[in-house]
Nanobody
Framework: QVELVESGGGLVQPGASLNLSCLVRGRTFGEFDVGWFRQAPGQEREFVAAVPWTGGHTYYADSVEGRSTISRDSARSTVYLQMTSLNPEDTAVYYC??????????????????WGQGTQVTVST
């Protein structure tokens, strides 16, 4: 059984940085393309960033491009999302998701089969 465990959320001030982690358990880490999504209250789920199982080209939403970095550590079966220059619009529950099929579209949440429980990120003074 595949399990995704996010960590690293919390309350931060505007302009601060944050590192989120997603530990993938239960199957070979290299089988999965992994993405981060977020959902603010009353809003739809939104793509943030993604990295394929090859660890090659990475993808970002326009809203976080240039101030976010997604990376994966195969030895730790973990995907990281580093975000800088956080602003209140980044406030949301952040979810890690994994796809193990060839139907993966990095920014389409419907193509991800496995999801974590989410971690809250709040950007506020």
């Amino acid at each position: 059984q595949v399990e995704l465990v996010e960590s690293g959320g919390g309350l931060v001030q505007p302009g601060a940085s944050l590192n989120l982690s997603c530990l993938v358990r239960g199957r070979t880490f290299g089988e999965f393309d992994v993405g981060w999504f977020r959902q603010a209250p009353g809003q739809e789920r939104e793509f943030v960033a993604a990295v394929p199982w090859t660890g090659g080209h990475t993808y970002y939403a326009d809203s976080v491009e240039g101030r976010s970095t997604i990376s994966r550590d195969s030895a730790r079966s973990t995907v990281y999302l580093q975000m800088t220059s956080l602003n209140p619009e980044d406030t949301a529950v952040y979810y890690c998701a994994a796809c193990d099929s060839d139907t993966w579209r990095y920014n389409d949440y419907r193509t991800y089969r496995y999801w974590g429980q989410g971690t809250q990120v709040t950007v506020s003074t």
